[in-house]
């Protein structure tokens, strides 16, 4: 049986979000679920949702790493924190994989420290499911590593195309470097330098992509560095978020609109889930020598669900073995 | 009479949408227009337009600098573009302002050389004027200069603050750098180094802001370089589009929700107006020594003529003497 411990601890609404989304997981999915964090808490938690699927266990943690709190710091600080503990099952493979909705930096920090970098792989990068007009699409990097160099964005591209690949189903995946213009002679010494490598790498590589070139669906993978992916990260939930709000106010301005919105309601929602992250399972956190799920603090209990669901995909798939392979095979070529 | 010289080849869809967009100002504000480009062709375009209001004239420029040309090369080689007969008019004060929906980083270019820089400005900055829930923001830079130094973001915010307080009537504008968090001590150290230069400035500085402040209204300007700009700024044009294809299909997936979006057509409509950039006029070169407007290139006549109504305004304000004031207070106090 796939083993997943989860943060009981992370999410904005810990611990009753993920503890649901846990049962939710545990019932619907053949996975052992271990939560890790405050053994009160949880069991509290636990008590609504008798008759508690067996295949749930508790493994207790007695501090929590807050989402204002220093990554870094932290991490180093809180040993016996959800995050930490969470990391080193994963490093004593007592578990396959790890999921966590807390604060993103120390998850990133724990995992990298505690589990380490797959072989050839310098950085990890969190990997984003995106919505796009024809399905999905992997932009990476969305915020782990904001100091990047060239050769991180080509092992971004090379990880994010593996994801893509054995996750996704998308055969040789068309892979674009996010910059300001199309043409090869854009953007900064350092993108063109990522782009140099990428157009060498043997990937599918398109070329220049721009903030255009989201949702549109002609790209399955987005490379780009972590300030850049988690600007336009935050950007999409913004505008999403801003034009359900404007569309709200102006539907409510008349009789008529109000009336065509209670008709269109089924169109309405149908977007939203398309639109929805928390049909997507969160973020990967691609190329640490593990399978590491970071949700979005504000995620739902169906959020924590389909994050869980994800993460046993990922380890039936062995997501990390294709990278691995991918990496060592480019190296085999020089 | 306010001069204004606008480039009639400017536009996807030109001489077209822009001599359209003359006229369309021409008779409603008191400017004198000249259309800068190929005299046959404008002509030809103006025919459609009878009676052409006496406040529009013809300045012929035999070349065009396309959408894809390289900036700088192409502003040394083809000097009588319009982009370069545009700058020159600016140039030798025969117009107050300019306005174009041609290639932006050739128009950056032209504008600078031609122009020169205010007072105390180290680099232009592309001002876009975007809406939020709580009225329009302005964002700087768009993509102007993306190998920004943490002086020029210094300059961006000063010169975007004038510009939120003299166009668009704001008090104190509450000034935000884009960053990935809101701790001062996120980010890169360019960002780190652009923080404290912000927080000594004198401007109303609030610190941090992420991308999922846009939209929200809680800040009058967001500063950030111009790649980052840039990329915010097409992810955002994208999510709008993509929401809008996928309601689109949605409603036509049912015949109750075909009836819902007739009854709730005008609360579409009106949203549509309020996320459309057309009514907001452009992008601003801020920075240069003169009026310089920069449309999208997929302008209808409808965003020409608004982009030389911003321009008028911005002669009659004049926003770049307060610039060149704020600039020139904050020397004073080192």
Do not use: W
């Amino acid at each position: 049986m796939i083993k997943i411990a989860l943060d009981a601890m992370g999410s904005d609404n810990a611990p009753f979000a993920d503890v649901e989304g846990a049962v939710l997981a545990a019932r619907e999915f053949n996975y052992h679920i271990t939560l890790v964090g405050n053994e009160g808490l949880i069991k509290k938690e636990l008590e609504k949702h008798k008759p508690v699927p067996s295949n749930i266990s508790i493994h207790h943690a007695s501090e929590v790493i807050g989402m204002h709190e220093q990554p870094v710091l932290s991490v180093r600080r809180k040993k016996d924190s959800s995050i930490v503990v969470l990391s080193n099952l994963a490093k004593e493979k007592k578990v396959d994989a790890i999921v966590s909705a807390g604060n993103t930096g120390a998850m990133v920090c724990a995992a990298t420290l505690k589990c380490k970098l797959l072989q050839g792989i310098e950085r990890a990068g969190i990997g984003i499911v995106m919505p796009t007009l024809k399905g999905p699409m992997v932009m990476i990097d969305g915020g782990a590593n904001i100091d990047a160099k060239p050769s991180h964005i080509l092992q971004y591209g090379i990880m994010a195309s593996a994801y893509s690949e054995y996750i996704l189903g998308k055969k040789s995946p068309r892979v674009g470097l996010l910059n300001v213009g199309e043409e090869e002679s854009k953007g900064t010494g350092f993108l063109k330098e990522a782009y140099s490598l990428l157009e060498s790498s043997g990937l599918n590589f398109i070329g220049n992509v721009e903030g255009r070139d989201f949702f549109v669906g002609d790209c399955d993978v987005i490379v780009c560095d972590g300030l850049v992916g988690n600007v336009a990260l935050k950007v999409t939930e913004a505008v999403a978020h801003a034009l359900e709000e404007m569309l709200k106010k102006e539907l409510k301005s008349s009789f008529l609109s109000m009336i065509g919105a209670m008709l269109a309601k089924n169109a309405f929602m149908s977007m939203k889930k398309r639109m929805d992250y928390a049909e997507y399972g969160g973020a990967q956190l691609l190329g640490v020598n593990g399978v590491c799920i970071i949700g979005h603090g504000s995620s739902t209990p169906k959020a924590i669900k389909n994050a869980l669901r994800v993460a046993g995909e990922e380890v039936v798939k062995n997501v990390n073995q294709h990278i691995v392979e991918a990496i060592a095979v480019r190296r085999e070529d020089k």
